[in-house]
């Protein structure tokens, strides 16, 4: 399934904050309709309620780990048959008030744009976050895909995207074996006076295996839904991939990165004059080694006879002499 969104939505009057924060920008959302409901006030809603609130405690510092940034946190509430599992992840090069900030939003947007469903996956410009009655956690899970194209164009559109297609797939393989499952980098002088920047992450539950596939295949995407376009981005619910002609996130988490490089070019065909003259030079060589050892063959089939009779016939007056000798020598 492709969510295709060309606009964004960044207030919404039904949800409140008792506190001044950072209102995330609204992306989309995937709440299908024919996802199994809970009731209000149910044991699932418990739960659910329970899952919100571990979630958006875990957008913080860690104070064990060092006070590093979480960025991205799974967990569970409840028991079978009415366990709720949810996750969210939030970009990487953000602060942690962001994150907090976005991570909160979404436990009480999603409510109200999919209420009752026990499964839904929305996302913003910040995080995404998603909950289901089934565990989908360490799962790559690439439907449903938003794709975001750019509304501008570019000249010469099938270089140009060949060549972001290249830079995003190197950027994910860094991506996918790094720790953080994150890589935002950029490509200075891609074009003339234009520098390329990218962004992709993972949510950090994936093996490296699984990261990369997601990445692949969403940057697979790219030019299929912003072919020809200055920048866009592909969402997932196990990972994202976005490019542009301008920064659009924290330059201190700049990686570098190299596209691979174009395979080399094939040998040039021989000409035809060349092969004829090597092939006859081939055959010369063999010419010249199984005639003169025909010769030597017929030659020794010939000779070989004639030498043994001779040898033969001067064995035998050897033997005569012998023979002759010792007669004479008993008559004595």
């Not at 904050?17 to 996802?35: D, L, M, Q, R, W």
């Not at 998603?130 to 975001?148: G, H, L, T």
Request: glycine letters at 4%; aromatic letters at 12%; a positive charge.
């Amino acid at each position: 399934m492709i969510l295709v969104v060309f606009l964004y939505l960044s207030s919404f009057s039904i949800i409140s904050f008792t506190k001044a924060f950072i209102t995330p920008v609204y992306i989309g959302n995937y709440c299908p309709s024919s996802s199994f409901n809970f009731t209000i006030n149910s044991t699932y809603h418990s739960n659910l309620k329970l899952l919100f609130s571990t979630l958006s405690s875990n957008a913080t510092f860690n104070t064990s780990n060092g006070l590093s940034q979480v960025f991205f946190s799974n967990a569970t509430a409840g028991q079978a048959p009415d366990e709720v599992y949810g996750l969210f992840l939030c970009r990487r090069d953000l602060n942690s008030t962001t994150c907090q900030d976005c991570v909160t939003y979404a436990t009480r947007h999603v409510t109200a744009i999919c209420p009752t469903r026990k499964l839904a996956t929305i996302w913003y410009d910040e995080c995404h976050l998603r909950y289901s009655n089934e565990s989908f956690f360490s799962i790559v899970s690439q439907n449903p895909a938003i794709w975001m194209p750019n509304t501008e164009n570019v000249t010469e559109p099938d270089k140009f995207d060949d060549s972001v297609l290249s830079f995003m797939n190197a950027a994910a393989s860094k991506a996918a074996i790094s720790p953080d499952k994150f890589v935002g980098a950029k490509k200075e002088n891609f074009r003339v006076n234009e520098t390329l920047y990218g962004l992709v992450q993972c949510t950090q539950d994936l093996s490296s295996r699984d990261c990369f596939t997601c990445l692949r295949a969403a940057n697979a995407d790219l030019p299929v839904c912003c072919g020809g376009k200055r920048g866009g981005r592909v969402l997932t619910p196990s990972c994202n991939s976005r490019f542009e002609l301008y920064s659009f996130f924290n330059e201190s988490y700049i990686s570098t990165v190299e596209p691979a490089p174009a395979p080399a070019p094939p040998p040039a065909p021989r000409s035809v004059t060349e092969s004829q003259g090597k092939r006859r030079q081939a055959a010369w060589i063999a010419i010249g080694t199984i005639i003169p050892t025909i010769i030597v063959l017929m030659l020794s089939g010939h000779f070989l006879p004639l030498i043994w009779r001779r040898y033969k016939v001067c064995l035998c007056r050897g033997e005569s002499k012998k023979t002759s000798a010792s007669s004479t020598s008993l008559r004595r």
